[in-house]
């Protein structure tokens, strides 16, 4: 599930805020105005980032028995310029806070993997660890043959976990 476009429009507000607060003079009340604006785009769009997540982990909770989730290696994956920002983004620390605090109440299992589990590397066809792939390779083939959507293999093999 991508992010919102809402967050995506509201940090350009964001960043638009600053740009506007950084060209005010010092102790002037254009800047004081500026600087009002800009805390209000900041707590608009951390409101949205938790509406965002709770919609989310209620409906994951709502729909399954069994969540499995992966704890990642957040600074590594910081790491990565690309994935870094949906990372931020949608807080996954917080997500999985929520998912675990909702399937407790309503009687579900959450099941965190491991932090080393190698999701992305294991074949869910034949079981083979394949080596480690970049963050751009979206899709690959194992040597049995079987294609793979480097999410929904992962997915897979988290989802062995709940065996
Ligand atoms: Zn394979």
Redesign the pocket.
């Known amino acids: 599930i991508d992010n919102p476009r809402l967050l995506r429009k509201s940090e350009e507000k964001v960043k638009k805020a600053q740009r506007t607060l950084s060209r005010k003079k010092a102790g002037s009340r254009n800047r004081e105005k500026a600087r009002l604006i800009l805390a209000k785009r900041h707590e608009k769009i951390a409101n949205q980032r938790k509406d965002f997540l709770h919609k989310l982990s209620r409906r994951i909770v709502d729909e399954n028995q069994v969540i499995v989730v992966e704890t990642l290696k957040s600074k590594d994956m910081m790491k990565d310029h690309k994935v870094a920002k949906s990372i931020g983004d949608v807080s996954w620390y917080e997500f999985v806070r929520q998912l675990e605090y909702k399937s407790n109440f309503y009687g579900r299992t959450l099941i965190k993997a491991d932090p080393w589990f190698a999701s992305t590397q294991i074949?869910s066809?034949?079981?083979?660890k394949g080596e480690k792939k970049a963050m751009d390779v979206r899709e690959w083939t194992?040597?049995?043959?079987?294609h793979h959507d480097r999410d929904i293999n992962a997915s897979l093999n988290l989802l062995m976990l709940a065996d």
């Not at 066809?125 to 083979?128: E, I, R």
């Not at 194992?142 to 079987?146: D, E, I, L, P, V």
């Open positions: 074949c066809s034949c079981g083979v194992c040597a049995c043959g079987a």
